[in-house]
Structures are given as structure tokens and as C-alpha cells.
């Protein structure tokens, strides 16, 4: 159970406009928060000023029924006199415009929100040591026949569709596998025999030499269309001819490490290839075009690619393996990217292959930002202004899409959130949903700032975290990719890269609280 003064700092800390998740408006900030639902942290919102008006009346309604209100001169003022009163639930805000005598004149604006709980002292703890928990998810993957087909055929087991998504998927099972290798002794020849040919099947579906894409992992493959029981395998058909330019690196990050693995050059001269499309292609920003059309090669999208998830650390391994400064000004320019582009409005872009492209912040993620976060705490440590950042961009990261007891009643995907269980990671705005893999990646995201000395408080909310995926895992050792009912924590729509990432985490935390 988490001591109780860690909760009582989380409160203080969620009711303080000084420790708000990058409030708006001020010191030309745009607001970021149109499309958001839930706040944990002091929220402020945009709304238009009212001609001739002097000050604003703030009416809250809260959960309970009971009503709450302050004056600003501004229209677009924090909530903080009144934050710390709000209960968790529903919650109506309403902004009104007052006259000269100080009566509502017009309603200025309104919005209805979820005010999430702050971190609590009750949250239950693990259900075994997370290095067991890790290691009993990779020994459940590799009975499976979507490992063992690899192993038998040499080639994606046909009934798991999600191999409709090659780069993707195919990369997790070749770094799985790596890891596993090292993990179980006992197994490694066939753990590394189902890497080198699941990276030999997608390398044999890459473009050759003279295609418009050469060397290049496809994103999408319809293989597997004949089993219509899932949504995916539409997306793949409408997007067989897109190559997303986010996961060809991740191929290569994954080639690298079965090259480093087996000694076998081939897989290195393949992640190679790939890394030289993003030094030639590289824009002038500092990132590449994220739609590719794979026939012609032409951008077909406005976009461009987040790259500090999935390119910068390719990149970075590119230049361990080679020592070519390239590779290291690359990611340096990518780094810049984000810090000029990104930063500065908030727009955290949710880039995900079975998703479309999305504008104006109506698809956030903290994919796009908790990235940025572990590499400042890698690198930038002792920078107080970058570090600073890295904590408002922390509570963004949590306010936005973490829920620590109970989830808002609404879910444009229509599920029943009174049966979701919780603490969870929400993946993004469009499939705000409680997800293994986003539960692990924002528990990992916890951990870095507690090692670079951001607070002891990251490192409790990272282990509530990584208990709650130790709770999820069944019986047989499979960690569940959703959290919202029994039926889908027995299993169903199971995204292996998901729990391949959730026992990477455990694996991670386990390092700072396991002996």
C-alpha cells in the first residue's frame, strides 16, 4: 500500500497552479487541452473574452452537487482557488461575464470534465516479484503458436492477424526472442532460431533494389485478410500501398540486436540500409515525412514523424554500433525537432498505424512525449531548464493519461469504465483505453525521473504501476493487452508487442527494487 505522504504530495502538488500540467495562455502558450476530458492537475481553459467585461465569475458545479466559485479578470484563468475542494467525477464548469454591478451578464463559456483522483494511498500492491512476472510472460509467448509457427514453417502463424502490421509486430518478436535467449539458456538455439527467421521473412518482404522504396519494411501486409473476425485487417487492405517511416526504424533496432547476438552480418547490413534512407531523406527541421507511398515513393502526408520513440534510439544504436558521427547529428536534429517543434505547443501528436492522422490536438498521446522525457534524464541531467521541463511535461504525461482509482463514465469507444481495472496507462485520445503497454511505458517514464533525481514520489507511482500489470497477468503467465473487463483480461485482442514491452518494464523497475 503507498505511504500515505506520498499521496498527501501528490495532492498538493495536482492542486498548485506552480506544479500544473503546462497551463495555457500564458507567456504566449497555446492552450493544448480543447479535446481533453480529464484533469488531475490545476486545468485552465480558453475562452474568448467578452467585449466591455471587466471580470469573470468561475461556477463549478462538482460530483456531489455542490458548487463552487471565484473571480478573475481573465477569461481564461486557472482553476487553482477552488481545485483542491473538487472531488473526483463529473464535474461543470461555467464561466460567466459580469457587469460594471457584478451580475452575469453573458455565459462566456462552459466545459464538462472528469476531475481525476490524485495519486491515493490505497492503491493494492504487486502480485509477485516483477522479475518472475517478466520471466513468466516471455516463457507463456513462446509456448504460443504465434512464436512457435516461426519456429515449425518459418513464417507468421496465419491465425494471429496481427501480423498484418509486419514492422511492427515482427521487430517485438525478433527482439522477444534476443532477450529470451539470454533469459532461458535452455531454449536460446530456438528462441534465436525463431529471431533470424521471422527477420529473414521480413526481410524477404522488403523491397529490393530497384523498387521506389528500396530496403525499406513494409508497414502493412494483407496475408492475412482472410481471417475477417478483426477491424485490423481492413486497415491493412485500405493502407497496403502506405509505408509509415516511424517503424522502419524499429526494424533496425531490432536487426541490430540479432546481429550483435548471432555475429551474423546480414542483419547488420539490413538495419544499415534502412538508417541510410533516413540520412538521405532527413528534412530540414530535423525529421522525415511520416507517409510514404510504398509503389512511387511519394509523401502522402503533410506530417511528419514524432522520432524520439522509435528513430532517435535507432539512430543512437546505429551510431554505438558503427561510430559514425552521422548517426549521432541525426538524432541530435531529431532531439532539436521535437524541443523547437513539439515542445512549444504541446501538440503530442498520437502517430499509430491503425489510426489516422490527426490535427490540432484531437489525438494526444504520451507516446509522443514521454520519449522526450527518458532522454532528457538520460542525457540532461544537469540541466536545470531542461529537467524542469521534463517535470511539466511529466504531469502532462499523468494528468492526461493516467487514471490512478476510477476513469470518467464516458468513453467515445463505448465501453463500461465502472468494470475497468485500475491504476492503467491510457494509450491515446482516440482509443482511450486502459493498455498494458501504455500502463509500462509511462511506469518506465516514472522510473527515469526518479533516477535522475526528479523525487521519490516517481519512483511510487512508477511501482503502483508496475504492480498493476503484475495484477493483470493471468495464470499462465500472459499479460493481457486491455484492462476493461474479464473478457479482455482472459485475453482477448492480444497484442504480443504490448506484453513484450510490459515484461520489458517490469524487467526495468525490477533493476531499482529487486535484489
Known sequence: MTDQKFAQ???????????????????????????????????????????????YRYAITDSEGREHSFESRSSGASLEPVWKDIPEGVTELRVFATDAEGKDAALAGARTFFRLSPFPADLPGPAGGYREAAA??????????FIQHWLTDGTPDPDYDRYVYPSKMISYVIEAMVHYSSLRPEHAAAALTVAKNAADWLIGITPGEREPTAHIPPTYCIDFRDHPETRTNLKATERIDWVMMIYPARVGTAYLGLERATGERR???????????????VRENGSWP?????STGEVISSHYCAPMAIIVPFLECLFDRTGDEVWRKLAEGAVEYTEKKMLPTYNWEGQFE???CSENYSNLSHY?????????????????KRMAQADELMRFVEDQFVVWRRPAPWNRNRFDTSTWMTPFGAEQYKWYMPIDASTADICRTFLAMYRA?????HLEKAKALADAITRSQRPDGMIPTYWMNEEYLNGKNLWINCMFFSAMALEDIAEETEV
Open 9 to 55: 504530495q501528490a495532492a498538493i502538488e495536482c492542486s498548485s497552479a506552480a506544479t500544473a500540467a503546462h497551463i495555457g495562455g500564458g507567456e504566449g502558450r497555446p492552450f493544448w487541452n480543447p479535446e481533453a476530458t480529464q484533469f488531475m492537475y490545476v486545468p485552465a481553459f480558453q475562452f474568448q473574452p467578452y467585449p466591455g467585461c471587466g471580470k
Open 136 to 145: 513468466r510472460a516471455y516463457d507463456h509467448a513462446f509456448a504460443q503458436s
Open 267 to 281: 542483419y547488420f547490413d539490413a538495419a544499415l540500409r534502412i538508417g541510410e534512407w533516413y540520412r538521405d531523406n
Open 290 to 294: 511520416f507517409i510514404l507511398r510504398k
Open 354 to 356: 491503425d489510426s489516422s
Open 368 to 384: 509522443a512525449a514521454t520519449p522526450l522525457i527518458r532522454y532528457w534524464c538520460r542525457y540532461c541531467r544537469d540541466d536545470e
Open 453 to 457: 533525481g526528479r523525487g521519490e514520489l
